[in-house]
């Protein structure tokens, strides 16, 4: 299994750009979320996704918007970058069931850089 | 806003030692967790301890929890270089349940 794959990995954009930051879990998982990493912020989070078909914001869902695709897939969208969004982006997944139903599986990050 | 917030922010100690960072939160939780991030990469679930626990043990990891000071240890002992990086405590609130996580502790472990 690869868990969870982010694409891509690292991503420059100018500002009033848009790009669509991709997700994927293999490990059945029905909840998804997007989080973004600031310096001194910890994790905070964008959007989520409960269960396939739906989807609702986070802490901070200001300037992006969020596909389920499938039950695999959950995708970022930022559609005109703006500077403060510059930051590294995870993906997580949460097991639907069991002894550590609350614990999630995150990404290997994208970091994105808006000038 | 931070449910948890860790302290130190940031601690440097001996290959050896043993290091203990502190997690405050503020509202009533079901279980607390602690994640590990090393540098450049994602988090990884370290161990996760239920409102009835009061201890946990994970191999070299001890987490405790007292909630009716809201607030939760982790001790790594015996710490080695490869425990260097950035720890987080988090709780999971409401649907889905969304994980809040603290700013974090950055651990050095040097030789």
């Known amino acids: 299994n690869a868990g969870v794959t982010q694409t891509p990995k690292f991503q420059v954009l100018k500002t009033g750009q848009s790009m669509t930051l991709q997700c994927a879990q293999d490990?059945?998982?029905?909840?998804m979320y997007w989080y973004r990493q600031d310096p001194g912020m910890g994790l905070r989070l964008i959007y989520y996704?409960?269960?396939?078909?739906?989807?609702d914001k986070g802490e901070v869902p200001n300037g992006y918007n969020v596909s389920r695709l499938n039950k695999r897939e959950f995708s970022l969208r930022l559609e005109s970058a703006a500077p403060s969004q510059t930051s590294v982006y995870f993906c997580?997944?949460?097991?639907?069931?069991?002894?550590?139903?609350?614990?999630?599986?995150f990404g290997p990050g994208t970091r994105l850089t808006v000038l | 806003s931070q449910q948890g917030e860790e302290d130190p922010q940031a601690l440097s100690i001996q290959e050896g030692e043993n290091a203990t960072m502190n997690c405050s939160y503020k509202?009533?939780?079901?279980?607390l967790q602690w994640y590990r991030q090393n540098s450049g990469r994602g988090l990884v679930h370290l161990i996760l301890?239920?409102?009835?626990?009061r201890e946990k043990h994970s191999g070299r990891l001890r987490v405790t929890l007292d909630t009716s000071k809201k607030s939760s240890s982790l001790l790594i002992t015996a710490s080695r270089a490869a425990d260097t990086a950035s720890y987080f405590c988090?709780?999971?609130?409401?649907?889905?349940?969304?994980?809040?996580f603290g700013t974090g502790t950055r651990l050095q472990v040097t030789l």
């Open positions: 301890i239920r409102s009835n626990e």
């Open positions: 988090a709780t999971p609130t409401g649907t889905a349940s969304k994980l809040t």
């Open positions: 996704s409960a269960s396939e078909g739906t989807t």
């Open positions: 490990m059945n998982h029905n909840s």
């Open positions: 509202t009533s939780i079901n279980n």
């Open positions: 997580a997944s949460r097991q639907p069931s069991g002894r550590f139903t609350d614990t999630q599986y």
